[in-house]
């Protein structure tokens, strides 16, 4: 087995929120300052953040050990969906299973990834041996998932990772059955760029070695949730993303996600670029293809195709870090510092992200 490189330990804090209007407490542990300062711009539905009891989550010293501590997350926070017309005389059974799901927060909002053309409605939800209907169903076309509601308290949360800082051969566990999982090294990280594409949707995927890895949900060796797999999608779709939506369905009982946009290629992903005006340049969002949106903020502050993005207030456009990765990670209405080069000119646009 691969040695884990000690320095790669996520340090992470669990915090828990509490929301008002039966949002439901919302324990996190992602290190992005993006949720937490989500969290205090919530001021007026919270009560002050709280340390929860069992943070920091420690890396395990093997991976007997990791696996101890998957079983123990599968045990209290991984819920089981099963169509309502698949149960027999004697219940449910191992081969009905739809897709697991995560809970997320303690009085009951579940996280599932969405098999196409199954009604989430129709599901008999089973949790630490209970059974549940959903109250609510809040669909997430753009990622594949979906958002269920049911009447529940004190549950016991997952832990969130830090999906976009995985690496090459870091190892994944992936439900992949009631009650089972397997063990996955990630292969590729983020190659999905290379193509024009919108400024509003995050590219970035995992990709890992399984053949098959439809509807799942992943955990890092911490046993850390750290997103889900679908047929929508190749690779890991990033619990960034997933939980900058819920945050915002929390927040707006509706999931309303920000908006620059444009349409981009990124050059420090791009090799031989065949227009060579811009084949010098090797970092950066070239908005280019159908270019800027018409009615969007980009095009009323005066962005152009054939414009630069070279940073978003300082943080350098480079392989690492993408202008959608940014974006997404923001909310509508906050106000933005692009540094733009227009044939060889830098220029400086101060921006209110619109919604999308």
């Not at 953040?49 to 501590?69: G, H, T, V």
């Not at 991984?78 to 027999?88: P, R």
């Not at 047929?231 to 939980?243: N, Y």
């Amino acid at each position: 087995m691969r040695k884990i490189d000690r320095n790669k330990i996520l340090t992470t804090v669990v915090l828990s929120i509490i929301l008002g209007a039966g949002s439901g407490v919302l324990a996190t542990a992602l290190t992005s300052s993006y949720l937490s300062d989500y969290a205090i711009q919530l001021s007026e539905l919270t009560t002050p953040l709280r340390i929860a009891k069992d943070a920091p989550r420690a890396f395990p010293d093997d991976i007997n050990e990791a696996i101890s501590q998957i079983n123990g997350v599968i045990d209290k926070s991984i819920a089981s969906a099963f169509i309502n017309s698949t149960k027999g005389q004697n219940g449910f059974t191992a081969k009905d299973l739809v897709v697991s799901g995560v809970v997320v927060t303690s009085d009951g909002w579940l996280m599932f990834p969405k098999p196409n053309n199954i009604n989430a409605k129709n599901w008999t939800i089973i949790l630490n041996n209970k059974t549940y209907t959903p109250k609510e169903v809040i669909n997430n076309e753009l990622y594949g998932v979906v958002f269920i509601k049911i009447d529940a308290s004190s549950l016991s949360v997952v832990a969130f990772g830090d999906a976009l800082k995985m690496s090459l051969a870091d190892q994944v566990f992936v439900l992949d059955g009631y009650e089972n999982f397997s063990i996955h090294s990630v292969t590729d990280v983020g190659n999905l760029y290379g193509t024009v594409v919108s400024s509003d949707v995050l590219q970035k995927r995992i990709k890992i070695d399984i053949s098959d890895t439809s509807f799942s949900p992943v955990f890092n060796l911490s046993s850390q949730f750290i997103g889900v797999t679908n047929s929508l999608e190749e690779g890991i779709v990033p619990i960034e993303v997933l939980f900058s939506d819920f945050s915002s369905l929390l927040a707006n009982d509706k999931i309303i996600r920000p908006s620059l946009g444009v349409n981009t290629l990124s050059l420090a992903h791009t090799i031989d670029f065949s227009d060579k005006n811009y084949s010098e340049y090797k970092v950066g969002a070239l908005i280019y293809g159908a270019g800027v949106k018409r009615y969007s903020v980009a095009e009323s502050v005066g962005l152009k195709k054939g414009d630069i993005i070279l940073s978003i207030d300082g943080q350098g456009i480079n392989k690492l870090n993408t202008l959608d990765q940014y974006i997404v990670m923001h909310k509508p209405g906050d106000k933005i510092e692009l540094i733009v080069d227009r044939d060889g000119e830098e220029k400086i646009f101060s921006i209110e992200l619109g919604t999308k």
